[in-house]
Nanobody
Framework: QVQLVESGGGLVQAGGSLRLSCAASGRTFSSYAMGWFRQAPGKEREFVAAISWSSGSTYHTDSVKGRFTISRDYAKNTVYLQMNSLKPENTAVYYC????????????????WGQGTQVTVSS
């Protein structure tokens, strides 16, 4: 059974940092891409970043470039999202997902999702 388990969320002041983790288990993800999305109350789930499990190629949405970095630890089957210079508008539940291929920025194409981790940035 495939499981994605996020951790690392919490409450942080504006300008602070958090590192989210997504531990994957239950299958081989070498052919998959992993993505981070976020969803604020009353809003749709939006793309944050993605990484190819095999090549390590990364993609970040424009609003987080230079502040957030996605990475993966192949041996630990874990994907990370390092978030620096956090802003109050980054407050949301952050989800990691896994998909085989395609448009990594579209949430509906993801095959597996974690339960989410809350990130709250205070001003």
């Amino acid at each position: 059974q495939v499981q994605l388990v996020e951790s690392g969320g919490g409450l942080v002041q504006a300008g602070g940092s958090l590192r989210l983790s997504c531990a994957a288990s239950g299958r081989t993800f070498s052919s998959y891409a992993m993505g981070w999305f976020r969803q604020a109350p009353g809003k749709e789930r939006e793309f944050v970043a993605a990484i190819s499990w095999s090549s390590g190629s990364t993609y970040h949405t424009d609003s987080v470039k230079g502040r957030f970095t996605i990475s993966r630890d192949y041996a630990k089957n874990t994907v990370y999202l390092q978030m620096n210079s956090l802003k109050p508008e980054n407050t949301a539940v952050y989800y990691c997902g896994a998909r085989f291929a395609g448009r990594l920025w579209e949430p509906r194409g993801y095959d597996y999702w974690g339960q989410g981790t809350q990130v709250t940035v205070s001003s």
